[in-house]
């Protein structure tokens, strides 16, 4: 079995939007099943009266977990290819903060909102009017704040990962939290909700009978004792190359970085990319771009990153970053892009820009600013014949300057729409 | 037809509800290679109102052109977008067959309909605000994120139990 399917290109996107609408089905109707069109129900959790969303939310987390490890340890689906939404530790925490006040005041979350609105709940209607005037209001003061939004990023990460411990473990461990949640949880609603937990519904309880919803637990405990030593999920090397695909995408340049928008990446601080310098290790050495590692042609195997990390590569100029594109495209790699011009075009364009003759430009004195906090220095038109570079080179590390500008990354749109929520 | 028929059912065991929704999720990764999401579906939305009524303005802003795409395909022709209409049809499902539908505000007896709706419509905003800082909300994030393992997903939900905790009893006389 090749799963994730749609990634293995069993169907296109016409198929994957009846399979959205169907999935969205599944979703809006178990999350009413459980109660959370009703914000009396899901707001009972902060009050530890009803503990229905604890509940429900870690006993989805860790079916889908478990379920998706076994997939994947036995082959049947490519964890490299599910895509894991990066980590930006600050804004996280942050935007976590803030979307639990707003569930104590609003009742609901974006998800559970539909549905309450679709029962014909007018709070959740005005929640999602509220919803939209929010996402409105962060679109407009985005551009004030990207930095913010992008700080502390550490790139798709997952726990196992951090820790560096095996991810079946880490999967039994958020098991054993989830079930431990679960007993601590009926034990707060008899304590603080009156609740007597009913023999059938209830892990914890006098009966010592093996109950269906006890017989569930266990199974996922099994589970996962079991991938607790199981080893390691699949992370797979094969592929199916649309051949149509690439050349198109090759013909319109779609994967090609300009050196001006790698330096406003490197000035905001981003690493949500990984810099691929494939020139020889003499080259490498004498200068390369802040941040950039030294991977030769030879070494970019399958496993030499996750399979959906965004990888820029840059060469001398972008012959050998093309071959390396097709190359890691081909292993199935998903989002692999090339430094327009390579290292050469990046010295003339950032370290040494050329001031067009007898103009005063704003564009310029930002370009200015850019290349000497690289270490470059801007050029006017008339300092020199354009092929001399300046030598020595700038170090390579990086000086202390005062922060640019925000930059607008208009000067690029990404070819492909977010993944994520 | 007696009074018992039009009663609404009692909600699902929570663990079953879940298993349910963990199922669904599950199906999401091995078909997609992706989990579920809500939020984004709205800013997608937001992105495209905007486009239209102020198409300089929209291409002049990062956030709106990351949902916009490179304008070679319609916007709303969006994975997102058709899962969430996906979610008000289920849940409009699921409310019918258990006799759930009813138009009214939910909220505790201690409080007033208008300040119901209000806080409704601020915590909406907050959370439209946050989910876009974080990347994801509840579903994306919390839900998809907390079962592949990802630590900022992981952050990310304590922080939504903590937020939530934290300001509980401030708001308690709209809930008990």
């Not at chain 1, 959906?308 to 190359?327: G, M, P, Q, V, Y």
Request: aromatic letters at 12%; glycine letters at 12%; one cysteine or more.
């Amino acid at each position: 079995m090749n799963a994730p399917f749609y990634k293995f290109g069993l169907f296109g996107d016409q198929v994957s939007f009846i399979i959205a609408f169907v999935i969205g089905i599944g979703f809006g109707f178990f999350l009413e099943r459980a109660g959370f069109g009703s914000a009396r129900k899901l707001a009972a959790q902060f009050y530890l009266r009803d503990l229905s969303v604890l509940k429900v939310m870690f006993t989805a987390i860790i079916t889908a977990m478990t379920g998706l490890y076994v997939l994947s340890r036995f082959g049947m689906v490519d964890l490299s290819l599910v895509y894991l939404v990066p980590t930006f530790l600050i804004p996280q925490i942050v935007g976590g903060l803030l979307l639990g006040i707003g569930f104590v005041i609003g009742g609901y979350c974006p998800g559970t909102s539909c549905v309450s609105a679709a029962t014909g709940r007018i709070d959740g209607m005005v929640y999602v009017a509220g919803m939209i005037a929010g996402l409105l209001g962060f679109g407009e003061v985005y551009p004030h704040i990207v930095n913010f939004t992008h700080m502390t990023s550490m790139g798709q990460i997952t726990l196992p990962t951090l820790f560096n411990l095996p991810y079946g473990l880490l999967v039994f461990a958020v098991v054993l939290m989830a079930i431990g949640a679960f007993a601590a949880g009926e034990w707060a609603e008899k304590k603080f909700g009156g609740k007597e937990p009913d023999a059938e519904g209830a892990l914890i309880g006098s009966s010592r009978r093996l109950t269906p919803v006890r017989a569930l637990a266990l199974g996922l405990a099994v589970v996962g004792l079991f991938a607790a030593f199981g080893g390691n999920p699949y992370r797979g090397s094969h592929t199916t190359i649309d051949t149509k695909d690439l050349a198109m995408r090759v013909s319109r340049g779609v994967d090609a970085i300009q050196p001006e928008q790698l330096a406003n990446w490197i000035i905001q601080g981003r690493n949500d990319y990984r810099l691929v310098d494939l020139r020889a290790p003499s080259d490498f050495a004498s200068y390369h771009i802040p941040s950039a590692q030294n991977v030769p042609i030879v070494s970019l195997t399958p496993d030499f990153a996750a399979h959906n990390e965004k990888i820029l590569l840059c060469s001398n100029d972008s012959t050998d970053a093309a071959k390396a594109w097709f190359l890691l495209e081909a292993q199935g790699f998903k989002n692999v892009y090339i430094l327009n011009g390579g290292v050469q075009e990046w010295k003339d364009s950032v370290l040494f820009p050329k001031k067009p003759q007898g103009t005063v430009d704003m564009a310029f004195e930002k370009k200015a600013q850019v290349a000497r906090y690289f270490g470059g220095t801007p050029m006017t038109a008339n300092a020199g014949s354009s092929a001399t570079i300046p030598e020595p080179l700038p170090a390579i590390a990086k000086p202390a300057l005062p922060a640019l500008p925000a930059t607008s990354s208009s000067t690029a749109r990404p070819h492909k729409k977010k993944e994520g929520c | 037809m007696n009074s018992q028929t039009h009663a609404p059912k009692p909600y699902w065991n929570s663990y079953w509800a879940g298993f349910g929704l963990g199922l669904v999720l599950l199906a999401s990764f091995v078909i997609m290679g992706r989990g579920l999401g809500a939020s984004g579906a709205f800013t997608t939305a937001v992105a495209t109102a905007v486009d239209t009524v102020a198409p300089t303005h929209a291409a002049n802003n990062a956030f709106y052109q990351e949902y916009l795409g490179d304008g070679t395909t319609n916007p709303l022709m969006d994975w997102l977008v058709f899962e969430v209409l996906g979610v008000f049809v289920g849940g409009f499902l699921s409310g019918v067959l258990a006799n759930r539908l009813s138009l009214s505000i939910e909220k505790g007896p201690r409080i007033a309909s208008g300040r119901r709706l209000l806080f409704a419509f601020i915590g909406g905003g907050l959370m439209g605000i946050g989910a876009k800082i974080a990347l994801g909300c509840t579903s994306g994030q919390a839900l998809t994120g907390g079962a592949l393992l990802n630590v900022g997903s992981w952050a990310f939900m304590w922080c939504v139990f903590g937020g939530a905790y934290a300001v509980a009893y401030f708001f308690r006389k709209q809930w008990i």
